[in-house]
């Protein structure tokens, strides 16, 4: 659920790499919100129009997968690094600001990293007629699969924004102790734990909120018409498609038939992150906001971390979402990419 589709190109100020001068919340201890953006929306136009750090230089690989579909990927430093997997969010790519503040943070403390695109998102159309969703783990399990059969023992972490973090929980919390020993941790950022609540809260949503809403949608319904203009034989046609005005109605009509689920509620219940986190076997840091204009405060798991001390849940007042700006409107930082990087930096070197 990340606005990067919704918004378009960014234009605001690049302000510093997060990576470049160590912020003093990477710790954990401190985050001091940027007072320039008094409310949870400002917070999270501002982070999602911020263009993301120059020069990175990624390389582009094709991984070719066995169902005959494709994952494009963004390898960034030396292959026999500790690694970051990162994961984006709703409509967005491997090239979202947001995605290259954290590969440059983890740049700054000598880690590799690899930005994954969901199918479909890479900037060309995948080749079968699913495409991703927010519970669709299988694809990250063959990410980790193929690197660590490149590199057995090289340590990896994995990283999500929004809708990839319920990825990337769901995914460690389902797997548990039987996840391969190159995978230490996890962190992530605005994730919708509960997606029934995230999108009640978002189709109901008035107002500036409710633009949210309408460009998700509408990136969303083209991808879906896109489809049906290869492929005959989809259970939805182009009107239905088009009158989908909710989430509820686009998950009920598009997201559940093409991925096996029997409705939208079936596919919110088997694919919230919500329901796996007792299972979780290695270290989850999540970051959230009270103040996120996508993720409500009443859908944030607060019983796991009492239930699993794997879990580690940083809940601030202040953030938005994937936002948490600090600083000045000339001189500004973002404090969780930094906050992730480190986290994850120290279970990697354990």
């Not at 919100?33 to 008094?38: E, N, S, T, Y």
């Not at 900037?123 to 991703?132: K, M, S, V």
């Not at 939805?236 to 009509?253: E, Q, Y």
Request: with cysteine; net charge positive; aromatic share 8%.
């Amino acid at each position: 659920m990340t606005l990067d589709a919704a918004f378009g190109p960014a234009s605001a100020p690049s302000g510093p790499s997060p990576g470049a001068p160590p912020d003093p919340g990477a710790s954990g201890a401190t985050y001091a919100p940027a007072r320039f953006l008094p409310s949870g929306h400002a917070m999270t136009l501002f982070a999602h129009a911020a263009r993301g750090p120059p020069g990175l230089g990624p390389r582009r690989e094709r991984w070719d997968l066995p169902d005959g579909d494709f994952l494009d990927v963004d390898r960034h430093g030396e292959d026999h690094a500790p690694t970051v997997v990162i994961l984006h969010g709703l409509e967005a790519s491997s090239r979202a600001p947001y995605v290259l503040r954290l590969v440059a943070a983890a740049r700054a403390r000598s880690l590799a990293a690899l930005a994954v695109n969901f199918r479909g998102c890479s900037g060309e159309p995948n080749r079968l007629r699913r495409l991703y969703h927010s519970g669709e783990t299988s694809d990250l399990a063959r990410v980790v699969e193929r690197l660590v059969a490149e590199r057995p023992g090289r340590p990896l972490a994995l990283a999500g924004f929004s809708l990839g973090g319920n990825v990337v929980a769901k995914w460690l919390g389902d797997q548990g102790p039987a996840l391969p020993s190159e995978v230490r941790a996890g962190a992530v950022l605005s994730a919708p734990f509960d997606l029934a609540c995230c999108t009640e809260a978002l189709d109901r949503a008035r107002g500036l909120a409710s633009v949210y809403r309408l460009h998700f949608l509408r990136s969303l319904r083209r991808k879906a018409l896109e489809k049906l203009s290869r492929f005959r034989d989809l259970p939805f046609d182009a009107r239905g498609v088009r009158a989908c005005r909710t989430f509820a109605a686009f998950d009920d009509l598009v997201t559940a038939r093409l991925h096996g689920f029997a409705g939208a509620q079936d596919y919110w219940e088997r694919s919230s992150a919500r329901g796996s986190l007792e299972g979780l076997d290695r270290p989850l840091l999540a970051l959230a906001a009270e103040d996120d204009p996508l993720v409500p405060a009443s859908s944030l798991p607060l019983e796991a971390g009492r239930r699993n001390p794997r879990f580690e849940l940083e809940v601030h007042a202040q953030g938005g979402h994937v936002g948490f700006v600090s600083g000045r409107p000339w001189r500004f930082t973002f404090f969780a990419e930094v906050r992730m990087a480190a986290f994850l930096d120290a279970a990697l070197r354990r």
